[in-house]
């Protein structure tokens, strides 16, 4: 399978404990995203890299939230002292910077719930 | 705030008509105008984009997009229950060559 790849799927936590996803965007791609969704809502933009250098990140992201992408390949979201509001779907995309950018491709989501 | 705009639904259509799903935005320079499918539980799949006035067409998808009323739509022809799913308008963030805005989706069902 050459899509984007989540780990883990599904994570569930107790509030207060930090927790890590990762990341693996389609081989070729060198633009990676990070999304969060909630019920019945879109995507919303979390942060974005280009290779290795985090171009992006939301005003909206608490500075619980840091991401890294140390080579260039894999990506890895980690959110820190959990709070309930922080479950929801994290997604993660990948694209080309040549060719068309918008062309965002999604991988499966990890679940997170915050207990 | 830059807003995309999706009636939430259900929207019900029996199998084998024409299911048609609307999106406003509020931004009148917006360029770029995606259409995303999500099934339950699964994440966003990229069905098709348009940056020009008029329409595309994919195989049963058609999307139109009419710059002046800001509103872009999406045709499904022969519709097939497995088209049921949300279907998510998004529109790139003017000034940004990556950052899009997303609609809340529109929730189709198809019945058999």
């Known amino acids: 399978d050459t899509g984007v790849s989540q780990d883990p799927r599904h994570k569930i936590t107790k509030r207060g404990q930090n927790v890590t996803f990762r990341c693996d965007p389609i081989?070729?791609?060198?633009?990676l995203y990070w999304y969060r969704q909630t019920l019945g809502q879109g995507p919303e933009f979390l942060t974005y890299?280009?290779?290795?250098?985090?171009?992006?990140k939301s005003r909206l992201l608490s500075d619980r939230f840091s991401a890294e992408r140390p080579k260039g390949s894999f990506s890895t979201l980690e959110i820190q002292r959990t709070e309930q509001g922080d479950s929801a779907m994290y997604l993660c995309?990948?694209?080309?910077?040549?060719?068309?950018?918008?062309?965002?491709?999604f991988g499966p989501g990890t679940r997170l719930t915050v207990t | 705030q830059k807003e995309v705009e999706q009636n939430s639904g259900p929207l019900s259509v029996p199998e084998g008509a024409i299911a048609s799903l609307n999106c406003t935005y509020s931004?009148?320079?917006?360029?770029?105008f995606f259409w995303y499918r999500q099934y339950s539980g699964k994440s966003p799949e990229l069905i098709m984009f348009?940056?020009s006035n008029g329409d595309k067409e994919d195989g049963r998808f058609t999307a139109q997009l009419n710059k002046a009323s800001q509103y872009v739509s999406l045709l499904i022809r022969d519709s097939q229950p497995s088209d049921s799913a949300t279907y998510l308008c998004?529109?790139?963030?003017?000034?940004?060559?990556?950052?899009?805005?997303w609609g809340a989706g529109t929730k189709l069902i198809i019945k058999p």
């Open positions: 995309a990948s694209s080309l910077a040549a060719g068309d950018p918008y062309e965002q491709y």
């Open positions: 081989s070729e791609h060198n633009r």
């Open positions: 890299f280009q290779n290795e250098a985090q171009l992006e």
């Open positions: 931004d009148r320079g917006s360029q770029s």
């Open positions: 998004a529109v790139k963030l003017v000034g940004s060559n990556y950052q899009l805005i």
């Open positions: 348009i940056y």
